[in-house]
């Protein structure tokens, strides 16, 4: 069956190769992200290579209002979203302190507040129909804190955390939510987020593969979906049972360059 399926922050990285899977798959696509130009090329791209009808939103997410806006512009083209993709998100490294504080609330903005509304508005109409996916970007920082990426690891926690109680909720509905929580991932995150020169990086997957891990483990249904069986295992079976201060040490250990 055909979906209509919206990503945001489709414009690059995984959310670029999500809607590659997704068209190839014959699925409908609504695309979000701030470049139009970016989006305007990828339409013209996924509709000549596959049967798919492809719509473009140009918006900024870190605005308070956007996600109402996104809301509207899909309701006016008469479109029902089968399958919801919260890709967009940036993070951003340093001691918090130090940081511009307005940089941080836009990724607080963008990585949860953003996210939590398209969900509410999209699903009212997912539950209606009986019907409906929705798959979250998260992150493997999702299970510890991160010291020099405090705000970061923060907001993916939250996605994590929320994405599978909300699960919960709308299991009778027909309707499942997916946290997909890649680890380093190769795209333009490390560059936005002022992580270049990290040690972590170098083993880098790709958004393609990460992308494929989070489709599948969307179709499945899955809770939680890791792209790598050494980080689940860590994450799962390591990590809750060291002490705290040694998890925030490794941890931090991670982030410094």
């Not at 309701?75 to 940036?90: K, Q, S, T, V």
């Not at 790598?228 to 079976?237: G, H, V």
């Amino acid at each position: 069956m055909k979906n209509t399926v919206l990503i945001t922050g489709a414009s690059s990285g995984i959310g670029l190769e999500l809607a590659h899977i997704h068209a190839e798959n014959g699925d409908d696509l609504v695309i979000v992200a701030r470049s139009e130009n970016k989006l305007t090329e990828l339409k013209h791209t996924l509709e000549t290579k596959h049967d798919v009808s492809v719509h473009v939103i140009s918006a900024d997410l870190s605005l308070p209002e956007s996600a109402q806006q996104v809301f509207e512009q899909t309701d006016a083209l008469g479109l029902n979203i089968d399958i919801l993709i919260n890709n967009a998100g940036f993070g951003g490294h340093g001691k918090f302190v130090e940081r511009t504080l307005v940089d941080d609330l836009a990724m607080m903005q963008l990585n949860m507040m953003t996210l939590t509304s398209l969900t509410h508005l999209y699903l009212q109409g997912m539950i209606a129909r009986n019907h409906g996916k929705i798959l979250n970007v998260s992150s493997t920082a999702s299970f510890m804190p991160g010291p020099l990426q405090a705000v970061y690891y923060a907001t993916k926690a939250y996605v994590t955390s929320f994405s599978q109680a909300l699960a919960e909720e709308v299991k009778h509905h027909n309707i499942t939510v997916t946290a997909l929580c890649p680890g380093t991932v190769d795209t333009g995150f490390v560059a936005a987020g002022n992580l270049d020169g990290l040690d972590a990086w170098k083993n880098a997957k790709s958004a393609r593969s990460v992308a494929e891990y989070g489709y599948k483990g969307m179709q499945k249904g899955e809770l939680v979906t890791f792209n790598e069986s050494s980080l689940k295992f860590l994450i799962n079976w390591i990590i809750p049972l060291l002490p705290r201060k040694m998890v925030l040490n490794m941890s931090r250990q991670f982030m410094e360059k």
